[in-house]
């Protein structure tokens, strides 16, 4: 499904895209024009269709239809190691993208900076407890 496609059906999804300009393998050959776009569902990461263009897009868009054919979502893709640099590291780009977003949602961001706080606070006891120790040998 293209994100035309999703829209026309009142579908709620989420898209991600990736310009090949964000691609080392992409800059370094010069092959710079293109895209990848990702349509997942929405709050999910399942994956309901994507467009390539560019060049390899033709090579690479047979990952996105195996994540697809076997219910495998962006969260296994960003999983998976791909070599560098290669033109497929565009796919890998999506899904940590994905995983990114997911990760920094309101209710996360809460979690993570009360967890950073505690690791500040945690830091200064240690600080004050080896500083009393070295006093005292």
Do not use: C
């Amino acid at each position: 499904i293209t994100p035309q496609e999703a829209k026309r059906q009142n579908l709620k999804v989420q898209i991600f895209s990736i310009p090949f300009t964000q691609v080392d393998r992409a800059m370094i050959t010069g092959h710079t024009q293109g895209f990848l776009e990702i349509v997942l569902r929405d709050n999910s990461d399942q994956i309901l269709g994507a467009v390539m263009v560019g060049h390899s897009a033709g090579e690479l868009i047979s990952h996105i239809t195996q994540a697809m054919l076997s219910h495998q979502g962006l969260k296994k893709i960003s999983q998976t190691i791909y070599p560098y640099p290669t033109q497929a590291e565009i796919l890998k780009k999506a899904a940590d993208t994905y995983t990114q977003k997911t990760l920094l949602r309101p209710g996360n961001q809460t979690l993570l900076r009360w967890a950073y706080r505690i690791s500040l606070l945690l830091r200064a006891l240690a600080a004050i407890l080896l500083g009393q120790q070295n006093r005292q040998t």
